[in-house]
């Protein structure tokens, strides 16, 4: 169960957070290079279209930039944590950035080939830097206590939802003024100045020297079946992927069949603001349970929220319900990083983060596809309901593998009696 600990002292703030030697600049400037990953996506795709005139070519380039970017994520995090974020993001940014200036100027103007720009688009999303599971390591070292580490992460998560929410705004505005292939540009400098003023905050230079020395060993690969903890942390992640994947085309289809599809974007904000009021509040509370027994817990709650929403009778009671479901989103991503953070040790920590990451977002687009095959076939009840089991499911599985781990230690702690 979810217990607030009842302890009588006042815990810190999130502006406590804010206030800790390099946090903030550290943080603006990963959240300036971020906000890359909210404008690229839509501007890629939008510029695709209108230089080859094909939806199926930018759907497709699109498929596979999303596709190199997350089945690569845990290789280049493995980078960061072998050579340190001083040596490897400048030049993978500047690569990445590199290659979205060349798709830019390819789709400035129609005619570009379509297998040029789906070629570019899949090397690009192979270079993408990993800010947000960099960011999240330097949090670890920033804010070595737990408590402040769970607020950190928390802010770290809402701030990384409200870009998702701006980037594609500021796509909207640029496309206004300009070009398509402008957001591209724009995205390609946002990377490459935010991840340069990453590397130059002292907090960087703080974290490796806190790792080994350049002599030692270097940690081997970080492998999931080695560690139960993380790789329960990344089944359930995965799991949340899915269903927040199913969940955005199974709100377009609500609102479709009720002809107001101008709405979605109603339910979909309800969903990002539940997000963030959720994320908040989480992280200020002082919980006395573990992480471990919290993660499933919320998991649940997130899949018993979409199972009610698949049965809203009004659009007002979707928005509603899917506000509500949004509230576990961030606690979720939250704890598993703190799962993640906890479970290895300091020189892996950015693969473990980048691992919940990829999980999340290979998710994600598992969960899009599939309804997408579904939703035309059976009632959109028992598509919200198929879309609840993943995080239902992996919950319990979780929590079942969390009892187990609990009665094997006891059994084994010194005075323990067994049964006759």
Not at 291 to 314: D, F, H
Request: a positive charge; hydrophobic letters at 55%.
């Amino acid at each position: 169960m979810l217990t607030p600990s009842s302890a009588p002292s006042r815990a810190p703030s999130y502006a406590t957070v804010l206030r800790t030697p390099h946090a903030a600049r550290t943080f603006a400037a990963a959240l300036l290079g971020r906000l890359s990953y909210g404008v690229v996506p839509l501007s890629l795709l939008l510029a695709v279209k209108d230089a080859t005139d094909s939806y199926s070519v930018a759907g497709g380039a699109m498929a596979l930039f999303g596709a190199a970017s997350v089945c690569l994520s845990p290789a280049r995090a493995a980078l960061i944590d072998r050579h340190g974020p001083r040596r490897v993001l400048p030049p993978m940014a500047g690569l990445y950035a590199a290659l979205l200036t060349m798709i830019a100027l390819a789709t400035w103007r129609p005619g570009a080939p379509p297998l040029v720009l789906v070629g570019l688009a899949v090397t690009a999303g192979a270079c993408t830097p990993p800010l947000g599971p960099v960011m999240r390591t330097l949090w670890s070292g920033l804010v070595p206590d737990r408590e402040l580490l769970q607020r950190a992460y928390s802010l770290d998560g809402v701030a990384e939802e409200l870009l998702y929410v701006t980037g594609p705004l500021l796509v909207g505005v640029i496309v206004r003024a300009g070009r398509p292939a402008a957001g591209v540009l724009a995205g390609a400098v946002l990377v490459f100045v935010g991840a340069v003023a990453l590397v130059s905050s002292p907090a960087v230079s703080r974290e490796r020297k806190a790792q080994a020395p350049a002599d030692a060993p270097t940690a081997p690969r970080l492998r999931l079946h080695g560690v139960a903890a993380l790789r329960h942390a990344v089944l359930v992640t995965a799991a949340v992927g899915l269903c927040l994947g199913a969940l955005d085309l199974l709100v377009v289809a609500f609102t479709e069949r009720l002809h107001q599809a101008a709405t979605v974007s109603w339910v979909l904000a309800a969903l990002s603001a539940g997000s963030a009021v959720g994320g908040l509040a989480y992280g200020a509370v002082r919980w006395k349970s573990s992480s471990r027994v919290r993660l499933p817990v919320v998991a649940a709650a997130l899949g018993a929220a979409l199972l009610v929403a698949g049965v809203s009778p009004r659009l007002y009671v979707l928005i509603a319900v899917v506000a509500v479901a949004g509230l576990f989103v961030a606690p979720a991503l939250t704890t598993a990083y703190l799962i993640a953070d906890e479970s290895v040790d300091a020189d892996r920590r950015t693969q473990a983060g980048a691992w919940v990451n990829t999980a999340f977002n290979a998710g994600s687009s598992g969960g899009t596809a599939v309804v997408g095959l579904l939703v035309d076939r059976l009632p959109l009840a028992l598509c919200f309901a198929l879309a609840a089991a993943p995080a239902l499911v992996c919950a319990a599985v979780v929590a079942r593998a969390g009892a187990r781990r609990s009665r094997a230690a006891g059994a084994a702690a010194p005075g323990a009696v067994s049964g006759s």
